[in-house]
């Protein structure tokens, strides 16, 4: 086929535990996005992209086809040279998606490549795919979130001003990596069940009793704990960084790096995989052997990221430029944008607010409304994305390379 337009995409929405649902008359922003019922399951997560496990669909010729099928019949049209050559065979190489969630997802970490070609050979129930997975997230609204180490310092004051953890700070103490991050998990996760969770239990009486001031980490444990009572994911709020992003501030993670998103709406891109390695806070399976194989045990902080930001016409690009290959991304917020300028590779937007109009060749061929995503194939040329009311805001995710 000849690659001469901007083609719908249509994605899948995932409805786990943890996503927003219609309540108080409020509406899940995803299903609110895409302007439809939202009914009474939760809405989690919106991927546009060509992973196997929820591949997107393009309407081609007036019917619709997967991408990731179009895209191996004819790989450089749709990806451009760089990226057709960069895997073997070829494929998309990120996952774009809309996230929102209302209450906190699992304690995890995502593989580096290697990791990620082992686990999938020994391993593939739990890791579908040999990719890599690196990401960002960026807010739409304020986002709450948790990611990498806190100070090792910090955390062993906090712990210490908890009598009921005595037992579990005495056993760190005592192990094989005493006084490092990986001793400490290493200590939580060498516990029974029973005295883990009498551990937990206790330390929830102490800090919720009467008159006792908490701190932001007694809190949020508080919280933590009365959606998983018990379970040895709570501990985590003691030892990794707290953060808010504002709406257009960016949190990146790097392979295996703990973290945990706990509530709000984003949009994340991602290297093409759907890998995850959990810790607690989920009634999936918790990978322990894995996570302390992989994890980095750095107190490094959060990699909060500022994007560039450049005027275009009335508004302004934000783009976000990452350390891999795979992907970029970029927020044209009231600001028109020429395919001719994004360079020789596929690009996936999702209009996130008002209206844009779609142009080839200088004739417009297309509107596109709120909650609408498209595929442009790298061979498509003298395009343009124009905004057609104030307040609109294109997302965009192309490769990086």
Excluded at 257 to 285: F, W
Excluded at 325 to 330: I, N, S, V
Excluded at 356 to 383: H, M, Y
């Amino acid at each position: 086929m000849k690659m001469n337009s901007f083609y719908p995409l249509f994605g899948g929405v995932r409805h786990y535990a943890w996503g927003e649902t219609a309540s108080a008359g409020t509406v899940p922003y995803i299903a609110n996005l895409l302007g439809v019922d939202a009914g009474t399951e939760p809405w989690a997560e919106l991927w546009l992209g060509a992973h196997p496990s929820l591949p997107s669909e393009v309407v081609v010729d007036g019917s619709r086809r997967q991408l990731g099928e179009l895209i191996a019949a004819q790989p450089i049209d749709w990806l451009g040279k760089a990226a057709a050559s960069a895997v073997e065979p070829p494929q998309l190489p990120f996952l774009f998606k809309v996230l929102a969630c209302s209450h906190p997802l699992s304690i995890q970490s995502h593989p580096d490549e290697a990791s990620a070609k082992r686990l999938h050979v020994t391993k593939p129930q739990l890791y579908p795919d040999a990719n890599d997975k690196t990401e960002i997230m960026i807010a739409l609204e304020p986002f709450e979130a948790l990611a990498g180490f806190r100070n090792l310092q910090m955390i062993r004051r906090d712990l210490a001003a908890v009598a009921a953890f005595a037992p579990l700070l005495a056993a760190w103490q005592n192990g094989a990596d005493a006084d490092s991050l990986k001793g400490l998990c290493a200590a939580l996760f060498a516990m029974e069940d029973a005295p883990r969770q009498a551990m937990l239990a206790a330390a929830l009486a102490e800090v919720t009793a009467s008159g006792h001031k908490r701190n932001p980490a007694e809190e949020l444990f508080v919280r933590l704990s009365a959606e998983y009572p018990g379970d040895r994911g709570t501990f985590f709020a003691f030892l990794l960084n707290q953060i808010t992003l504002q709406p257009g501030q960016a949190l990146f993670l790097a392979p295996n790096t703990p973290h945990a998103y706990q509530r709000g709406a984003g949009i994340e891109c991602m290297t093409n995989s759907d890998n995850v390695i959990r810790a607690g806070l989920t009634p999936k399976a918790v990978d322990v052997e894995t996570l302390m194989a992989t994890l980095h045990f750095q107190a490094e902080g959060a990699m909060l990221l500022e994007p560039e930001r450049i005027s275009c016409g009335a508004g302004e690009v934000e783009r976000y430029v990452l350390p891999t290959p795979k992907f970029q991304l970029a927020f044209y917020r009231d600001a028109p944008c020429s395919v001719d300028e994004l360079g020789d590779g596929i690009g996936i937007f999702l209009v996130v607010s008002g209206r844009v109009a779609l142009s080839v060749d200088g004739k417009q061929v297309a509107e596109a409304g709120r909650g609408t995503a498209w595929v442009r194939p790298a061979a498509l040329r003298n395009a343009m994305v124009t905004p057609l009311e104030p307040g609109t805001l294109v997302a965009w995710a192309m490769p990086n390379f």
